[in-house]
């Protein structure tokens, strides 16, 4: 463990853009192999505004790198922040405990946020209109919400008392695991299950994905599945019955033109309809 987060606190630029790009290529391939659904889509034509919104992510979080670096260096120089005043643990443990932690105060939480409060949501709308949800998916974040999620991880930094290796490390199991859940693919139903006690997956995932409420207000969790256990945000549906997108901006065309994307978060919508039977 101690050389694994020797690693991270010193992990190049160009190795964290192999695991985004890396961990990219394996799943669109597994999704060839294994698909959930079967119905035919353009795969590259899909990919491009997503594909967009993974660059404009990297553009966002790269300037602003440093701030997560002095913020992790005052924390750990203060002793400050939840794993400092915790008992003193194995290292092992350290890590799982400030993962878990992170994984609840920058990613549970503000994700549980954005659909609640609604300007947050008219942001976060540009992951949900995805009406073919793959591993491209994963990183389609309007700019707006990139900086949104940025400031939460600064906030998870402070409150845990996240060393930069944790940091580094999360962000990276963080990239794999949202590529992994949120890829079309078809995993043996009992191993999904059972996974799903543990971490976020791809049917679990999905049903978030549901064009409709409630199940749209479901499943928030990142990387571990129980914060959504823990708090009672946590649903099921039969894959065969989930449909992506959400119903009050339905139009598919408009919703993969990167243009139109990027004006969402401004434009006006009905109130959507709560339908538990879909």
């Known amino acids: 463990m101690e050389a694994l987060l020797n690693y991270f606190e010193t992990i190049p630029s160009l190795h964290r853009a192999i695991i985004i790009v890396g961990g990219l290529t394996f799943f669109w391939l597994l999704e ?9 889509y353009k795969k590259w ?20 790198a440093f701030l997560l670096l002095k913020s992790s260096d005052w924390v750990v120089s203060n002793s400050f922040g939840i794993l400092y005043w915790l008992p003193e643990m194995p290292l092992w443990l350290f890590a799982v405990v400030g993962l878990l932690l992170m994984d609840l105060v920058g990613a ?30 994963a990183n389609r974040h309007h ?10 991880t600064l906030l998870g930094v402070f409150v845990i008392g996240a060393p ?17 859940n949120h890829a079309n693919i078809k995993l043996p139903k009992r191993f999904d299950t059972v996974l799903s006690y543990v971490i976020v997956s791809p049917d679990m995932h999905k049903v978030h994905h549901h064009y409709r409420l409630p199940y749209t207000d479901s499943n928030y969790g990142n990387i571990f599945s129980v914060w959504d256990r823990l708090f009672g945000t946590f649903m099921k549906l039969d894959a065969n019955k989930i449909v992506y997108g959400v119903d009050v901006f339905p139009n598919e065309k408009k919703n993969t033109h990167i243009g139109e994307l990027l004006k969402q978060p401004f434009q006006k919508y009905d109130k959507p309809t709560i339908n538990p039977d879909l």
């Open 32 to 40: 060839g192999i294994m698909p959930l659904f079967g119905k035919p």
């Open 45 to 64: 034509q899909h990919a491009i505004p997503n594909i967009f919104f993974t660059l404009t992510t990297v553009l966002v979080n790269l300037p602003l």
């Open 108 to 137: 549970y939480l503000p994700h549980l946020i954005e659909h609640k409060v609604k300007p947050l949501w008219m942001v976060h709308l540009v992951h949900h209109t995805d009406h073919n949800v793959d591993a491209t998916t």
């Open 143 to 152: 700019p707006l919400e990139s900086v949104i999620r940025y400031v939460f």
């Open 164 to 180: 930069i290796a944790l940091v580094m490390l999360y962000q990276s199991l963080s990239v794999v695991a949202t590529q992994f």
